[in-house]
């Protein structure tokens, strides 16, 4: 038999939208947004680590979490 006519769906299966799967773990993600998106809140050189100002390894540390938080929540969704 050709291709089509065994893989044909009815009407409602091929106008019906994909299921998309809602996780809470989907929520880490907007951790570092919240984090990094008022810089008033961290806009200030004290406390220095490593000769750096705090404006600068606070952003820097959002880096290295984002990292962790997306390694987790693409290890949840795996599965």
């Known amino acids: 038999m050709d291709y089509a006519v065994q893989n044909m769906v009815d ?4 106008n019906s939208k994909p299921k998309r799967r809602r996780s809470p773990w989907v929520l880490l993600l907007v951790m ?3 984090g990094l998106c008022f810089p008033r809140l961290y806009a200030h050189a004290t406390p220095e ?3 750096f100002p ?5 952003q820097f540390a959002w880096v290295i979490a984002t ?3 997306l390694a987790i929540v693409y290890r949840k969704l795996k599965t």
């Open 11 to 14: 009407g409602s299966e091929a």
């Open 32 to 34: 570092p947004y919240l």
């Open 49 to 51: 680590r490593w000769g």
């Open 54 to 58: 705090y404006f600068y390894w606070y």
């Open 67 to 69: 990292s962790a938080l």
